[in-house]
Structures are given as structure tokens and as C-alpha cells.
């Protein structure tokens, strides 16, 4: 145990730490309860919502089925890595003898906790976002708004405080378990955390986009019903995607960012104990943690529709900036007692400060008020061409401030240790990241919110609320879009962040198994390391790619199953009775088909390129992937959410409102946005994770790994299975099925 | 002079190859002869030629009025840089006293050369061109196919000669003046041909497709007239712009990638000069340029449409493959007489297998009997949003294929010259650049025809031309759409070549100043230096961004004039005419506005990268720029070509042909690509260069300044100028008018 190194002051302190991230998780608890115990409405809601409810079950049911065994082997896996390579000094001063059995069971057992954590916090979020649903809708029903606002906001948060619960316990377990030897088990937690979140990312985003617009084809399109109409066999399966898109999946993903920025703080924090005996390297971003956490809980539970304004964004807000204040305060309090430093205080500054940059940013490129979103609204005007160019346009610019205000804040951290030496740096830049994730808590629930009202409205909708009650659920839907493009932006902000700071755990781990290795660092001015960029950069081209398919293939399927409903079953005739179920079938077989051969790409590419060219240009591969990554991510958000705004600008009765050809090219916009930024692009963050988590975890085995025909069969062996992927997500979309 | 220390043969072979030089502009002033002395056509032809001919000759004009200034100040600059650091050793050795006065005209006088040359290979390009398109019209409309053919390949061919002869005259000549000091001017020489090639395709880019889509949506959309149609005002503007675009743009751009791979390949023949003591590996690229020339002029002169077959595009391919034949014959030979070494020889063919890779990518994803743009075609069905998304995807993926095929070219050349010292893989690398654009002579022709065949159906159409003339323009220009696709992507690759190769001339040239700056080559792996990267990789979207809006803001001044004319002169009665002047004053006004702010930004952020995050993140910018720059290019072009094809597609009669709902799907897909395909992608390729010689030239400036307040007052400065042009690029399109 590591703890006989530490203070009184920072035992206590740790445990503290530990002790915060249950009171985070009795939070999580405590707010079940009430939610649990609102009213859950009539019978003919709770009909509707058990569609909802058995769908998203189920379907999370069979994606763990689909991914079981690959978890399972690579758990095996990660076990038996241990024996390839020799534990590392710090393992052996820790464990002795047993170094290399507890390498094996750190790093297999912390993946399984990171997969099973970042399963478990996408499920019960999911799951209480669904309970909560029912208990808007009721509320709403008795035009209570304050109530229904509380119950959204609040089943929100539960999934937030699962986030920072699970995530401060996993890590700060982790620490003190394995103490210096830290590092091998916290790549495993973060490596499975991030693996789980993108198959809910891949998996959700392909269920919910291809729901959607296969709804919205053929109701909207053809049949000129309403969105969420009951007529619509596929309305029901467009809202379970609502739920393991836009809830499980955004969970897990953000449960990921969290787990690996502190991983990234604790990995760079052992590195500073090294180099300067003192401990309070370590601490610190613990510490940050659980003083957001704190923060987090008090501000969330300040969040009500009480008041006389019924305005949900300024009661979010309220929530967001208690605990912005609380944050910022404890962690100047802690410089000043502890740290007797300014300098770690300072860096986690610039990545608050970020956050609400980057927040700002994606509010001007995709909010309805502001140039862009207008330029594209006005674009409509000559139709879905110019529709489509200026939101091009749009979402290519917003990339490139997002990347200054990246820039800018490595340039700050750099700033800020400046003279010191790079580990100083790399120190700054990972509490960056911390920085970024503080809120949490508020972020999440804000997110969560979205969806909960989301599909709160669609109940309204199809069990006919009095237009009161429907009313109140707009209001509070309108809200729910600005809050959810929020969090994209600060989660693909912190993958550049954490992936930055990961290079120099990248560099090092290489270095102790051999010292000469990477000596220069990584040079991409050497042809072979430039070339590890140039495929790195195609890589994040290539997912977007079978992703936007894999959304098409499964949205056809869609279409030509509500369209034989349309015909077999008549259903624009009164009283005629749709199949909810089989849409919902379909999504979850899709969803699942195209999980294995995305994860096996993800997986098996950095092996690939770290076996054939070595780990200097598995470095650059990693930068290549992290820019290019980045840049389309942010691109597919903001052209996605700008898109959907001008829809949305033009519904509330400019340009000729709803019905006129401004209308439709803006529905156009609308359509192509959504696989951007609801499928393609969140799933892009994950994936860098993931990469460079796995990149990380293997350059020690490609370091000591002597070349041999076993390697070259190995590899070709590897190259099949990448193959087999690629030529799975090239698969043609369906035939359409046209009718008689 | 550098050639005393030339062998006999070698004298004799360097002069031979200026000769060749020679031989291919007399070739261009033969051919000119021929197109001049064919028949002109009737009365009515020429004037609506009139109208295309004097736009042409008004919008060239007009644009070297609005850059001289700027090329005038950057001569001075050039020049007066000699000042700013002390001379290289080598200038010393080859000039002695005279050598800074040698440099300063070195450089300038080059830089002046390489703009002149690149500006007269597009203007005189262009206007044989124009002169073509009348003639191939004229024949056409005597039925008679053979000579039709001929006068339009042969038009091209005369700017594919001036492309070869001008391209090889220059740097042969430079480097016979200059000798070991040749560098410098040879930096020069590629910078001006690739700035004034970036002003080309940027202000063509803007023009072509401004009037296009400002004619179509008019046009075709509202007015339900063809395309072409003489009511049309902006039909004359339209053509126009394919000469300025299409055919100035293209041939400026491809003589500025032929200007800077032998550039590449000439500093790093004599680096390796320095290595070895052996001058071979200077004279072996120029032999292959000349070599390469010579079998084009014997190709190109084969093709003809004489034969059985009216098949436009075997005659053409028959030249390619006659031409290649040669040149692959005559390196062999070089290789085994006088080189005594396959090394050079396998990676120059390795170029040439690159080159065709890229072109059967090409056509693979953008010809029209191929699955993409089958997919896409299939997608016209459910509208125009999945059309647009399975383009995005179709585009996504080729980038990915395109990319792979450069870094295996690489990868073979790090093979091929494995075990050797780095100096001699660039080398290799640079030689394979060599390799790709061998044929330039006969990609510059068969790209100058597609133009070409399309004014000359223009004039047939305005000019109401018999049934079967215009069914043999239309045969011709079927043809000329595949050939324009391929030349794109060869100019593109090599950019990422040549950007690789001159990597290594980016740290002789810094360590010539500083022996112990960039020791450790160009580290990502350091935060300063990865911001570099970052910075570089966003400013492919920020150009693609700035070019696509000026596009739309130029074709929104369009639609107003043509909206207007057709109210005001009542031009759908017949014997109205319409104003054709008026819309090609607007768009030359138009795109010279944009040219300035463009060519700032592609200046002077390199400059201010390098000052403020010093050489080494000046290397990692340049690297982001090419990545991000070349993923851009690739998917723009493809998703450009698809989009097209796929409507070409359905107008031959798929899925309903013209006019039904899948053709109005496919239309909205053409336009989205026309500005992507022809505007923003193809000016990445001469920015991509531009930025890397700027940076190449700036290095050594860079590494010797030292840090004072006049250059922060510098950087304010700069810093201020590129605000102005990215806000200038911001602006928002004009108001629309939407009549009365």
C-alpha cells in the first residue's frame, strides 16, 4: 500500500476523497427515491412508455450479449500481457515477487471495472431518464411546471452523479490499491471505460439516427403526419433511441472522459513524485475532484422551477454557476494550504475556463439567435443546395476556433510551468483536462435533461395532452437542445487534452523497458514516423465513413418495414393498429451487427501500425488520429446542431414558417445533420480514447518484441481481421422496397 | 558557373535537357499553328465566342492588376531577405564577394520567373483554349468527329507543352546559373509559381462557380430553361468561367506542382552532392523531366480520332500509354548506362505506379459504372438529404484509399533505399514526385480538353447547332468529365510528396544557420510542437470555409442580376436579349475581391507561426497543414465527381431520368459538390505548397532573429492583417432579391 508515504493530513485527505465519491453516489440514491416516488400518470401513458421502456432494455440486453466474448478475450488478454513484458521497477518495489501477478490482475481487473462501471452508469442513467420521462409527462398532464422541470432536471442528475460517483471511486481505488505501480491498472480502467462507450456511442448513435430518420422519411415525408405521431409504427423506436443514444450512450461517454483524465492527472502525477519526492502531485487532482463533486451535488440541488419566470434555461444556469463559484473557491483554497503553489491552481483555471470557451463557441455556431444559424436560414431561401454549402461552411469554421481555444490553453499550461521541465508541462496540461470535467455533474444532467423531455413530449404527443400540458413539455423541450450540444463540444475538448498529456505516459512507459527507445521523442520530420501521421489523420475519415452507412443500411430497413405497415396494415385508417415492436427489433439487430467489426478497427489498427512501423510512428499515428479526429468531430456537431436550428428558426414562422420551401430545404439540412452529429461525430471521441489508451497500454510490448515469423503471421493474421471490418461497413444499403 | 565540374556527358546531357525544353515549347508553337489554321465557323458563332473570349481576357487582366502590387512588394521582400542572414557557404564558395548581391537576385529574380511562367501557362493556356473551342465547334457542326477531336486535344496539348517546356526550362536554368547555390533561387522559383497558381484557382475557383450555380439556380431551377440557354444572361459568365477556372486555374496549378517537384528533387540531389561527391543525382531528375517531356510530345502527337471507333477516350489513353512506354523505357536506360543504380530508377517508377493508383481511385469513386456512385445514384430515391449523406461517405472513404496509396508510395521509397542514410529516402521520395508527374504533358492535355469540349457544346447549343453536331459535342464532352477528375488527384498527391521531401530541405536550410537547432528532427511529442500541428491542420477547414462562402456570396450577387434581367427585360419573350456583360463584371469584381485576404492568410500564418512558436512548431504546422489538407482535397474532389456522375446517371434515363424526383435529389447533390469539387479542393493544392515554402524560405530567417520588441510589433502587425482577411472572408452573403 502506498498510503505509509503519506501525511496524516493526505491520508485523511484520500480517503476523504473516497469517502465524496459515495456521498455523490447516496446523492445519486436519495434522488432515485424521489423521483421514483412522483406520479407516474394514467394507464394509457404507461402503455405508450412500456414500449419505450422494454425497448431500451432490451436492446442494451443484447449489445452486452454482442459484446461479451470480445470483452471476456481481452480481459484474458490484458492477464497475460504481464508475462510478456517485465514488471516495471515501481511494481516490484510495491509487490515484490507477486509484481507480476498483480500486473495481471490490476490491469485485467481495473478494465473490468472501467467496462463494467461505464456499462452500469449508461444503463441506470438510462434507465432512471426513463422512469423519469413517464413522471414529466404526469406532471406536465397536471400543468404543474414547476414539478415537471424538477423531475427532468433531477432524473438528469442522477446519471451526472453516477458519473462523478463511479469514476472518482474507480480511480482513487485504483491509487490506493496499487500505489507507484499505479499506472499499468489505471490505462486498464480507462482503456475499458472507453471501449464500453464506444460501442453505447456506435451502437446507440446507429439505433437512434436510423429510427429517426426512418420515422421521419416516411411519416413526415410521405405520409404528411406529425413527428411522434402514434400512426407511425416506427415512433416507438424512435423514442427507445432517444434513450440509448442520446442518454446510455452520452453517459458512458462522458463517464470515459472523466475516468481518463484522471488517469491521464495520476499517471503524470507518479511521473512529478519521481522527479520531486513530494506526493502532492498526486493528491491534488484528487482532491479537484471531490471538490467538484461537492460542488456538483449543491448546485444541482439547487435547480427548480420555482419563481416567478417559468424560464428552465436561467434555473440550469443557476445550478451550473453555485457550482462553478464552490469549485473554483475550494481549489484556490486548497493551493493556498496544501499545494503552496499557484501553479497547478492555475492550469486547472484554464481548463474551466475552456469549458466555458468552448461552450460559448458551440452557443454562437449552432444557437438560433447568432450569424451562423441565420446565414443558414437565410440560405434556404434558395434552396436545399445552398442549404447544405453554408452549413459546410459553418461547421468547417466553428472547427477551427474550437482548435485555438484548444491551442491556446496548452499554450496557457505551457505558460504557466514555463521553464520548468516537460514533465511540469505535460503536469499542467492533464489538470487542464481535470479543469474541463469539473462540473461534471452539472453537465451531465444538463445533457440527460434533454432527452428525459424529449421523449416526455412524445408521450404527451401520442396520448394526446390538452394543449396546456403539451405547451409546458415544449417549453421545456426547446431548452433541452442547447443544453445537449454543450457537452459534445467539452467532451471532444478534453479527448485532445488527455491525449496530449498522455504522450508523455506514452514516451515513458516506452522508456523503461528500453531507455534508448524514442530518445528524440517523435519525429515526424523521419519518412516511416510521417507516415504513421498520414495514416493516423485518414483513420477518424474512415469511421465517419461506415458509421454514415451504417446509419443508411439500417435506416432502409427501417423505411421499407414502416412503409409495408403503411400498406399491409392501413394504418392512416382510424383505428387501425401499428407493430411498434418489429422497427424496434430491427434497430437493435442493426445496432448490433456493425458493433464488432467498429471495435475490432478501433482495436486492432494501432497494433497494426505499432508492429509494422514501431513506436515512434505509432506516436504520430496517435497525433494524426487526435487531429484529424478532432477537427471532423467538432465540424459534424456544429454543422449537425446548426442545421437543426435553422429548422427549427424557420418553424417558429420565419422564411415562410412550416410547409413553405424554405421549410424543406431546411428539413434537408436537418436530415443530413443528424447522422453528423448524433452518430458519427460523438462517436469519433471514444474512439480517439481509445486508440490512444490501447496505444499506450501495447508501445512497452512493441518496444521489447524481436521480430519473427510469428510476429509476420501475427500481423497478417490482424490485417484479415481489419479487412473483414472495412468490407463489413462497405456493405450496400438494402433494397429499397418501393411497394406493389 | 556549376558546370565545370560536370563530365563531358554530363554537360552535353544538361544541355540536352534544356534543349528538350525547347523542343517541347516549339512543339506548343506548332500545334498553336495547326489549331489557329482550322475554320473559324460562321458569324453567329463568333460573336457569342466574342462575348467568352473578351471575359476571359478582361477577368486575367483585371486579376494581375489587382495582385502585382503584392507581387511587386514580395520582390522587394525577396530580394532585400539576402540582407537579413549571412550567405551560405556554399553561395560564398560559388560567387565569393558577390554572393549576398547573387542571392537577393537569385531569389527575386526567381520568385519573379516562377510567377511569370505560371501566369503564362494559364493565360496562354486559356487562350488557345477559347481559340479550340470555336474551331472544335466549327468542325462539329461539319460532322465531321476525327477532326473535332483533334483540334480539342490538341489545344490542350499546347498548354501541356508550355506546362513541360516553361517548367523545364526553369529549373534547368536555375541551376546551371546557381550551381551549388541553387536552393535559394530554386525556392524562389517554386514559391512564385505556386503563390500566383493559388490566386488562379482561388479567383477562377470563386468565378467558375459563382456564375454556375448563380445560372442554375436561376435558370434551371426556376425558369426551367436548359443548360446554356442564350435567355440565360449568365450563360456567357458561366463559360467564361470554365476557361478562367477550369482551364488558366488548372494549368497553373499543374505547372506549379511540376515547378516544385523538381525542386524538391534538385536540393536534395544536391544535398546528396555534398554526401557522395557525386553530381549523378542532380542530373538524373532532369534527365527524366526530359525524358518525360519528349515521350509526351511523341504520345500526345498520336492521338487522333481517326479509326473505326468514334471512342474519344481510347485515342486519348492510346498517347498516355505510348507516352509512358517511352519514359519507363528511357529511365531504364539512364538507369543502367549512366546512373549504374536501380534505386533512383525503382522509386521514380514507383511515382509512375502512384500516379495510375490515383487515377483508377479516381475513377473508381467517381465514374458513374462504379458501385459509389451507384449507391449515390440509388439514394436520389429517398430524397435529397440521403443523397447528400452516402456523397459525404462515398467522399470520406476515398480519402482514406488515396491517402494509403500515398503512404505506401512512401514506404517503398523508405524500402527501396533501406539501410541508406535519411538524406538518400528523401532523395527517393522526392524522385517518386518526379515519377508521378512525368506525364504531365498528356495530363495537362487530356484536362485542358474537358473544358475545352465543353465551351465548344456551348456554342453548339447557343448557337442552335443540327441535331447531329451537337450529338458529337456531346460524345466529346462525356469524355472530357473523367479526364478533368484524374488530373486532380495526381496534383494533389503530389503536393503531400513534395511537402514530405522538402521536410528535409526545411532542416538543412535551418541548421546551415544554426548547427544545433532542429537536432533532434520535429518533435510532437513536445506540447509547443504539437500545437503546431493543431494550428496547421485547421487551416484547410478555415480556407475550404472562406472559399465556399465567397462562392455563395458571388452567386447570390448573380441570381440578383439574373432575376432582374429576366423581370426587367422580360426575357422569356422571344427577341429580348439579354445583358451577358453585366454578370461577367460581377463575377470578376467578385472573385479579385477575394484574392487578397485569401493569399494573406496563406502567407503570413506560416510567418507568424514560425516567429511566435519558433522552427520546430513551424515544421509540425506545415506537417498538420499537408495532413488535414490532403484528407480535405480528396474527399472534396470525389464527393464532387460523384455527386455529378451520379446525375449524369440518371439523366441517361435511371430511376426516372430528368425531371423526376430522384433527378431533383441528384441536382441538389451536383450543386453542393460544384463548389467543393472545383473551388475549395482544388485550392488546397497550391496552399498546401505555398505554406511550405514560405516556411522553407522564413526557416533560417526565423532561427537567426533575435527576440525584440520590433518583432513583436511585427507579429501584432501580421497578426492584425490576417484578422482583416478572415473577417473579410466572413462576411455574409448580399442581401437576395427577391423581386418585386
Redesign the interface.
Same mark, same amino acid.
Given at each position: 500500500m502506498i498510503l505509509g508515504s503519506f501525511s496524516f493530513f493526505e491520508s485523511v485527505a484520500i480517503f476523504s476523497v473516497l469517502g465524496i465519491a459515495f456521498i455523490g453516489l447516496a446523492y445519486a440514491l436519495i434522488l432515485r427515491g424521489q423521483v421514483l416516488s412522483a406520479e407516474v400518470g394514467d394507464d394509457q401513458m404507461r402503455k405508450i412508455w412500456e414500449g419505450i421502456h422494454q425497448g431500451a432494455e432490451t436492446y442494451l440486453d443484447r449489445q452486452w450479449k454482442s459484446i461479451r466474448l470480445l470483452i471476456g478475450f481481452l480481459v484474458f488478454v490484458l492477464f497475460a500481457s504481464a508475462w510478456i513484458v517485465n514488471p516495471s521497477q515501481e511494481a516490484i518495489d510495491q509487490f515484490g515477487g507477486m509484481a507480476r501477478l498483480a500486473i495481471a490482475l490490476g490491469r485485467a481487473g481495473a478494465f473490468l471495472m472501467g467496462a463494467t462501471f461505464s456499462s452500469l452508469v449508461g444503463r441506470w442513467g438510462m434507465r432512471m431518464a426513463i422512469q423519469g420521462n413517464l413522471r414529466v409527462a404526469a406532471a406536465a398532464k397536471k400543468n404543474d411546471y414547476a414539478k415537471a422541470l424538477k423531475i427532468a432536471y433531477r432524473s438528469g442528475t442522477i446519471t451526472g452523479m453516477l458519473t462523478d460517483g463511479l469514476g472518482l471511486f474507480g480511480g482513487t481505488l485504483i491509487f490506493i490499491l496499487f500505489g507507484k505501480a499505479a499506472p499499468d491498472a489505471l490505462l486498464g480502467f480507462g482503456f475499458g471505460g472507453t471501449l464500453l462507450a464506444l460501442f453505447m456511442r456506435v451502437g446507440g448513435g446507429i439505433y437512434t439516427k436510423a429510427a429517426d430518420?426512418g420515422a421521419d422519411?416516411v411519416g413526415k415525408?410521405e405520409k404528411n403526419i406529425p413527428e411522434d405521431d402514434p400512426r407511425n409504427p416506427a415512433v416507438v423506436a424512435d423514442l427507445v433511441g432517444d434513450n440509448v443514444g442520446d442518454c446510455a450512450g452520452m453517459a458512458a461517454d462522458i463517464f470515459e472522459s472523466y475516468e481518463v483524465t484522471i488517469v491521464s492527472a495520476l499517471i503524470l502525477g507518479l511521473a512529478l513524485w519521481h522527479l520531486t519526492g513530494d506526493l502532492k502531485w498526486i493528491v491534488f487532482p484528487l482532491l479537484v475532484r471531490g471538490i467538484g463533486v461537492l460542488s456538483s451535488v449543491i448546485g444541482t440541488y439547487f435547480v427548480s422551477g420555482e419563481g416567478k419566470k417559468q424560464n428552465p434555461m436561467a434555473s440550469i444556469n443557476r445550478g451550473f454557476y453555485t457550482s462553478a463559484a464552490i469549485s473554483i473557491f475550494g481549489f484556490g483554497l486548497i493551493a493556498i494550504i496544501y499545494m503552496h503553489e499557484w501553479r497547478a491552481f492555475a492550469s486547472t483555471l484554464a481548463g474551466i475556463v475552456l469549458a466555458i470557451v468552448i461552450d460559448k463557441l458551440t452557443e454562437y455556431f449552432t444557437d438560433y439567435d447568432k450569424?451562423p444559424v441565420a446565414?443558414i436560414a437565410?440560405?434556404t431561401?434558395?434552396? !436545399?443546395? &445552398?442549404t447544405?454549402?453554408?452549413g459546410?461552411?459553418?461547421g468547417?469554421?466553428s472547427?477551427?476556433w474550437a482548435?485555438?481555444a484548444?491551442?491556446l490553453t496548452?499554450?496557457a499550461?505551457?505558460g504557466i510551468y514555463w521553464g520548468q521541465p &516537460?514533465a511540469f508541462?505535460?503536469y499542467g496540461?492533464a489538470m487542464t483536462g481535470i479543469g474541463m470535467l469539473t462540473l461534471t455533474g452539472n453537465n451531465v444532467a444538463m445533457d440527460s435533461y434533454g432527452p428525459i423531455v424529449d421523449n416526455a413530449s412524445g408521450i404527451g404527443e401520442m396520448a394526446k395532452f390538452p394543449q396546456a400540458a403539451q405547451t409546458i413539455l415544449a417549453k421545456l423541450d426547446a431548452t433541452g437542445n442547447t443544453t445537449k450540444a454543450i457537452t459534445k463540444g467539452v467532451a471532444i475538448g478534453s479527448a485532445?487534452i488527455a491525449a496530449?498529456s498522455l504522450?508523455?505516459a506514452?514516451?515513458t512507459d516506452v522508456q523503461k523497458i528500453n531507455p534508448h527507445a524514442?530518445a528524440?521523442?517523435?519525429?515526424?520530420?523521419?519518412?516511416?514516423v510521417?507516415?504513421g501521421?498520414?495514416?493516423g489523420? !485518414?483513420i477518424p475519415? $474512415?469511421f465517419?465513413? $461506415?458509421l454514415?452507412?451504417a446509419?443508411?443500411r439500417t435506416?432502409?430497413a427501417i423505411?421499407n418495414e414502416v412503409r409495408r405497415q403503411f400498406r399491409e396494415l392501413d394504418l392512416m385508417k382510424p383505428g387501425s393498429k401499428p407493430d411498434y415492436a418489429k422497427p424496434v427489433a430491427i434497430c437493435t439487430a442493426a445496432a448490433q451487427k456493425e458493433l464488432l467489426p467498429i471495435g475490432a478497427i478501433a482495436v486492432l489498427v494501432p497494433i497494426v501500425i505499432g508492429l509494422l512501423l514501431k513506436e515512434e510512428s505509432l506516436?504520430?499515428f496517435l497525433?494524426?488520429v487526435i $487531429?484529424?479526429g478532432?477537427?471532423l468531430a467538432v465540424?459534424m456537431a456544429n454543422a449537425g446542431g446548426a442545421w437543426d436550428n435553422a429548422k427549427k428558426y424557420i418553424e417558429v414562422g420565419n422564411y415562410g414558417g412550416k410547409g413553405s420551401d424554405a421549410h424543406k430545404a431546411s428539413?434537408?439540412g436537418d436530415?443530413?445533420g443528424d447522422? $453528423?452529429k448524433d452518430t458519427a461525430g460523438p462517436a469519433l471521441n471514444p474512439m480517439i480514447k481509445v486508440m490512444n489508451l490501447i496505444s499506450v497500454i501495447i508501445a512497452p510490448i512493441i518496444v521489447s518484441l524481436k521480430s519473427s515469423p510469428f510476429v509476420f503471421v501475427f500481423i497478417a493474421l490482424l490485417l484479415g481481421v481489419i479487412a473483414w471490418a472495412i468490407l463489413q461497413g462497405?456493405k450496400? &444499403?438494402v433494397d429499397?422496397d418501393?411497394g406493389p
Open positions: 430518420v422519411l415525408v450569424p446565414s437565410r440560405s431561401k434558395t434552396g !436545399a443546395a &445552398t447544405i454549402l453554408s459546410i461552411a459553418v468547417l469554421e472547427s477551427v482548435i485555438l484548444i491551442v496548452i499554450l499550461a505551457v &516537460t508541462i505535460l496540461i485532445v496530449v504522450f508523455g506514452f514516451i524514442l528524440s521523442g517523435i519525429r515526424i520530420s523521419e519518412p516511416i510521417f507516415v501521421l498520414l495514416i489523420g !485518414a475519415f $474512415l465517419s465513413s $461506415l454514415i452507412k446509419v443508411s435506416a432502409s423505411v506516436g504520430a497525433a494524426g $487531429l484529424s478532432q477537427l465540424f428539413v434537408v436530415t443530413v447522422p $453528423l462497405k450496400e &444499403t429499397m418501393f
